[in-house]
């Protein structure tokens, strides 16, 4: 599986931004997450979203803020990223876990860096103030 994520930027605080992760190769099943991370500080959990796109999870930093969504016919998993905030300054990545628990409905480690077994280059997002 190979990821590709687009659409970081320089926003205003207060702005949005919305991020695509082109998705391919083989494989089904899997929870697409997005990660962020700032310098300095280690890669942490923003949103992943199971297969079916009917599960979603959010870190508490970004609910309410930040949807995720997937679109499976494109290979797409988007985030939609509002009311932005300088601390949300980071490079955001994404990643694949081909085998999460219970195809990720439900729960399941989809919050931890170490289960995803593919990522993409990461994009970079800034919000100035």
């Known amino acids: 599986v190979q990821l590709q994520a687009s659409g970081g930027g320089l926003v205003q605080a207060g702005g949005s931004l919305s991020l695509s992760c082109a998705v391919s190769g083989r494989g089904s099943n899997y929870v697409l997450g997005w990660f962020r991370q700032a310098p300095g500080k280690e890669r942490e959990f923003v949103a992943a979203?199971?297969?079916?796109?009917?599960?979603?999870y959010y870190s508490d930093n970004v609910k309410g803020r930040f949807t995720i969504s997937r679109d499976s016919a494109k290979n797409r998993v988007y985030l939609q990223m509002n009311s932005l905030k300088p601390e949300d300054t980071a490079v955001y990545y994404c990643?694949?876990?081909?085998?999460?628990?219970?195809?990720?409905?439900?729960?399941?480690?989809?919050?931890?860096?170490?289960?995803?077994?593919?990522w993409g280059q990461g994009t970079l997002v800034t919000v100035f103030s």
């Open positions: 979203v199971s297969w079916s796109g009917i599960s979603t």
């Open positions: 990643g694949a876990d081909m085998h999460p628990y219970a195809g990720g409905e439900g729960g399941g480690s989809y919050y931890r860096a170490d289960e995803y077994d593919f």
